[in-house]
Every structure is written in C-alpha cells, then in structure tokens.
Antibody, heavy 122, light 110 residues
C-alpha cells in the first residue's frame, strides 16, 4: 500500500526559508522509474506543480519560481524534501507530495499525500 | 507553458451525463500517446487520480468515469452522475515541462 505524508512548519514569516518533508511507504525512491513531486494549492484556487525528483536523482523545477526551489531525497529513510527560499504571502498554500505513475510517459500523479498547510504571515 | 482551459462550473441533474472539457494551448499528444490526465478533488481532500493518458481508468475508479480526446481537446465523462461525484475536476498535461493543470471545473447538481 502506497502512502505519502507531508510535514512542515505550519506558519513562517516573510523572507524565511520553507522546509517541507514528504515521508512515504509502499515504494522506494531507489526503484527505477519512481519519482516524487511537490504540488501546491492556495486556498480556493488551482494546483501548481513545483518540482520533481526521480530515482536516479534527476530533478525538475517549475521556472515560475525561478531559483527559489531545491528538491532532495533521503532514499534510506524513504523521504523527499523541498525547500523554498524567500517566502512571501503568495506562498501560503496547501503543499502536497505525490508519486508519479509508471512508464516512460508516466508523469501523472498516481498517489497523493493529505497535504500540509503552510501560512506565510508577519 | 502549456495552458489548459476548463469551464469553471458545470451543473447536471443526478442520473444524467456530465461532460467536462479541457482544451490545451498546444498539442499534448505524441504519436498515439495522449499525455492528459484527470483528477477529482472533493472539499478538504487531496486530489485523486481518475484517468491517465486520456482514457485509462485508474485503479479503483468506477466505470462511470471515462476519458477521451487527443491533440488539444479532451473530455472527462461521468455517466450517470451520482451525488458523491460533487467535486472539482482538474486536467493535467505531461507533454512538456512545466507540468500544468487546468483551473478546474466544479460539478454541481441542478
């Protein structure tokens, strides 16, 4: 059974760095073809893909967030991480981690965590 | 970026067919592979995968849900609509990075 669970600080101040953790089970990020992504959703709004990391340590980022994102993984502990620097109120959202589908063209999000709410406020 | 356009709201009667559309700003197909996917999101819940690669039903999803389309025009069909289907529905493309989502269609009951 595949499960994912996000954790984060809950609230932080503008200009700080947001650190998020995705803890998962039922698969390994060392298995060929496996990738984990981060997606966010401001309250009442749509979904925005942020970043993806894959089994062979390839990474992809949404250019809209320019150089503020860093994704990483700890394969031994079944975790993936996302850091967002210089946050502001526009980064207030629910942050989800998700596992991709399968195959060469498998970049859909087959499994999702429950999400963690991050609020940026002074 | 590939922009995906969805109508904001669709109202249907219970037991009827719902057709939710998603139009891409450029083709999201590679040969016969259609890189469009659909999700359902109920209030307070995470999104759930319904359909992958335009027409493949995800595991555990009822056969009332189906998907079709190619190129730039895609459709999610729910037939018949049940009360439990009240939710927002999002399309997502994986033809190119950045991966993008439509703005969502809220399904309402007439």
């Amino acid at each position: 059974q595949v499960t994912l669970k996000e954790s984060g600080p809950g609230i932080l101040q503008p200009s700080q760095t947001l650190s998020l953790t995705c803890s998962f089970s039922g698969f390994s990020l060392s298995t060929s073809g496996i990738c984990v992504s981060w997606i966010r959703q401001p309250s009442g709004k749509g979904l925005e893909w942020l970043a993806t990391i894959c089994w062979e340590d390839s990474k992809g980022y949404n250019p809209s967030l320019k150089n503020r994102l860093t994704i990483s993984k700890d394969t031994s502990n079944n975790q993936a991480f996302l850091k967002i620097t210089s946050v502001d109120t526009a980064d207030t959202a629910i942050y989800y981690c998700a596992r991709r589908g399968f195959g060469v063209w498998g970049d859909w999000f087959a499994y999702w965590g429950q999400g963690t709410l991050v609020t940026v406020s002074s | 970026d590939i922009v995906l356009t969805q109508s904001p709201v669709l109202a249907v009667s219970l037991g009827q067919r719902a057709t939710i559309s998603c139009r891409a700003s450029q083709s999201v197909s590679i040969s016969s592979i259609n890189l469009m996917h659909w999700y359902q999101q109920k209030p307070g819940q995470q999104p759930k995968l319904l359909i992958y690669r335009a027409s493949n039903l995800a595991s555990g999803i009822p056969a009332r849900f189906s998907g079709s389309g190619s190129g730039t025009d895609f459709t999610l069909t729910i037939d018949p609509v049940q009360a439990d289907d009240i939710a927002a529905y999002y399309c997502q493309q994986s033809r190119e990075s950045p991966l993008t989502f439509g703005s969502g269609t809220k399904l309402e009951i007439k």
